[in-house]
């Protein structure tokens, strides 16, 4: 069993910057792909980024492309998204997980708003 915390969002101002982290406890962390995913009002949760256990892998959603990184450190059982030149409809809840997601594995996730 894996519990995933995520932190590192809040308010910022359009072509701002982010970096969110997840924290997963759990001796199997390493073992899975990571994915970051978000919610935003009234829409329904949708892919952001995943990574391949190693690290040696990474794809993004067409939306985040070029402006999102996606990376982790297994050792620290962490798994990063660097956020850069945020936009409005960067603005959701954004969650981790196993890529692909495990019903049980979602946490509370972290708010990220964007004004413009």
């Known amino acids: 069993q894996v519990q995933l915390v995520e932190s590192g969002g809040g308010l910022v101002q359009a072509g701002g910057s982010l970096r969110l982290s997840c924290a997963a406890s759990g001796r199997t962390f390493s073992n899975y792909a990571m994915g970051w995913f978000r919610q935003a009002p009234g829409k329904e949760r949708e892919f952001v980024a995943t990574?391949?256990?190693?690290?040696?892998?990474?794809v993004y959603a067409g939306s985040v492309k070029g402006r999102f990184t996606i990376s982790r450190d297994n050792a620290k059982n962490t798994v990063y998204l660097q956020m850069n030149s945020l936009k409005p409809e960067d603005t959701a809840v954004y969650y981790c997980n196993k890529n692909p997601p495990a019903r049980d594995y979602w946490g509370q996730g972290t708010q990220v708003t964007v004004s413009s």
């Open positions: 990574i391949s256990w190693s690290g040696s892998s990474t």
